[in-house]
Structure formats: C-alpha cells, structure tokens
C-alpha cells in the first residue's frame, strides 16, 4: 500500500459530539484531546512521517472566555503529560502558529517539548495551535520583504522556507472528521494538491478502522500533480 508521508488532519465535531451526549461542551473536547493521541500512534505503526493536527485556529480566539482558557490547558496538558510518551516512541514535537498570544505557562511547555524531542526520528508531530493559513502566508511575506530580498530571488522553494511548517513535506493527504467539506484556513499554500479526504463521523468517534479507510481510498488516488 502506498502509505502517505505526511497527514493533515481536522479532528472536528467535538462540541457536537458532545451536544449528541448531553454533556458539557468541554468534556468533548477533552475525548477529541485523547484521540488525537491514540491517532498519532496509528499513523506512526502505519509508517506516516508526519502528521499536523489543527489543534487551535486564529479564529478560534473569538470564542468564550471560559472555553478557549479550557482549550489552552488542554493542549498545555497534551505536551506535559506525554512528554515521556514522545521520547520512548521517538516522536519530535513541534508547534506552529501564534506563539506570543499563548498564555505563558504553554509557551513554557512548548520550548520544553520542542527542545527534549528535537532527536526524536520516528513521526514529526506538529500542533497547530492560534494557526491561521492565511496568517502563515502573509508572515512569510513580511519576513521577505523585512530581509529585502530581491525579487529575481524569490522563488515557490524560497517562499515556502519562510512557512511554519518549513522542513516538511507538503501533506499527502488531508483527513477531516465531523462532515464538513472545506479547508477552513488551514495549510492553505502546503495544500496545493493534498489529496482530501472527509468522513462524516464526529472526531472523538473517529476510529483506527477510519484511518485505514482513508489509507485505502488515498491508495486508489492517481496523483499526478497537473502533469
């Protein structure tokens, strides 16, 4: 089977699930966090390189007060809690996005997780945390602009090693859980031509089986990059 490098994916559906449940909005959340952990060690048993997860949007922010300081513990309990996990599985940690807008203490984890697992060979893990695909662009056009460099220079190679995601692959393939059909900001330039996979299923109910129904169906794609 043709196993992709590099996975994108949306864990959607998580207050929705919740909704289905009966519950506080939060404890989905809190089931998505932990399936996002278990996914990461499918795509790593099944050979991916890479896996980028959008853990946290630029417009995520507009959100309520008592939710997005929820969602910042839960990502800052993500990096602490499996940080021995990462280094027994040899998993590099690394997170992309707004950094200066996250409270201090996640801004703490991160440097610790980022700098322990720089080693580690087996799966790139990148969270996508106050990320934005149209964010990403225009930062790197600033940097270029900053750093003058001439416009005989600036090629799709040069701008792409101004991106977040520098030193990665483009993704293979984009899975979306929770049923809708866009992009919604994320990766925007890196998914030029990402294969798009979507399930209907809510992503705390997403399971190992669906992983390897998108394997199959990514397996079936013919890509031929516009050739």
């Not at 300081?69 to 280094?87: A, H, I, R, T």
């Not at 929770?178 to 925007?188: A, K, T």
């Amino acid at each position: 089977m043709n196993i992709p490098q590099h996975i994108v994916l949306f864990p959607d559906g998580n207050r929705r699930w919740a909704k289905q449940k009966g519950i506080e909005s939060l404890e989905g959340h809190m089931q998505g966090y932990k399936n996002l952990v278990d996914f990461s060690e499918w795509c790593k048993n099944r050979g991916v390189k890479a896996l980028t997860a959008f853990g946290f949007s630029t417009e995520n922010w507009s959100r309520t007060e008592k939710e997005v300081n929820y969602l910042m513990k839960l990502l800052e309990k993500c990096l602490v809690d499996n940080l021995e996990k990462y280094n027994k599985e040899g998993v590099r940690v690394r997170i992309i996005g707004q950094r200066e807008r996250l409270p201090e203490s996640l801004q703490k984890a991160i440097k610790i997780t980022e700098e322990t697992t720089a080693g580690n060979l087996n799966l790139n893990l990148n969270l996508a945390i106050s990320y934005g695909g149209k964010w990403d662009i225009l930062e790197a056009v600033k940097k270029i602009v900053e750093e003058k460099i001439p416009e005989d220079k600036i090629n799709e190679k040069l701008f792409e090693s101004y991106l977040s995601t520098n030193g990665l692959p483009d993704p293979d393939l984009i899975i979306r859980a929770g049923g809708e059909m866009r992009l919604s900001n994320f990766v925007l330039w890196q998914a030029a031509y990402s294969e798009l996979y979507f399930s209907p299923k809510l992503w705390p109910d997403f399971t190992e089986q669906d992983l390897d129904l998108a394997l199959e169906e990514f397996d079936k794609r013919a890509r031929r990059f516009g050739k």
